[in-house]
Nanobody, 115 residues
Framework: QVHLVESGGGLVQAGGSLKLSCTASGINFRLYTMTWHRQAPGRPRELVATISGGGSTNYTDIVKGRFTISRNNVWNRVNLQMNSLTPEDTAVYYC?????????WGRGAQVTVSS
């Protein structure tokens, strides 16, 4: 069974930085593409960043140049470094992977950016 646990959320002022981490268990982590999604109140969940098992990354346009996704295959961890945060980045951030055709999600980490 896949288990994903996010950590590192919190409250930050606009222009500040936060780092989210997600620790995975139940999978051969290094083989899996990992993603970060977010969901703001009243809005659909959206993909933010993706990292393949080999370390290739992709970002949605609105976070390019501000967010960096990385992974540590020794600690089974995927990180999201978020810089130059704006109030529009306020959301619950979720770690995700697909295992045997099914999506697995963490419980999420709240990120709140004050203006």
């Amino acid at each position: 069974q896949v288990h994903l646990v996010e950590s590192g959320g919190g409250l930050v002022q606009a222009g500040g930085s936060l780092k989210l981490s997600c620790t995975a268990s139940g999978i051969n982590f290094r083989l899996y593409t990992m993603t970060w999604h977010r969901q703001a109140p009243g809005r659909p969940r959206e993909l933010v960043a993706t990292i393949s098992g080999g370390g290739s990354t992709n970002y949605t346009d609105i976070v390019k140049g501000r967010f960096t996704i990385s992974r540590n295959n020794v600690w089974n961890r995927v990180n999201l470094q978020m810089n130059s945060l704006t109030p529009e980045d306020t959301a619950v951030y979720y770690c995700n992977t697909t295992h045997r055709g099914s999506d697995s999600w963490g419980r999420g980490a709240q990120v709140t950016v004050s203006s």
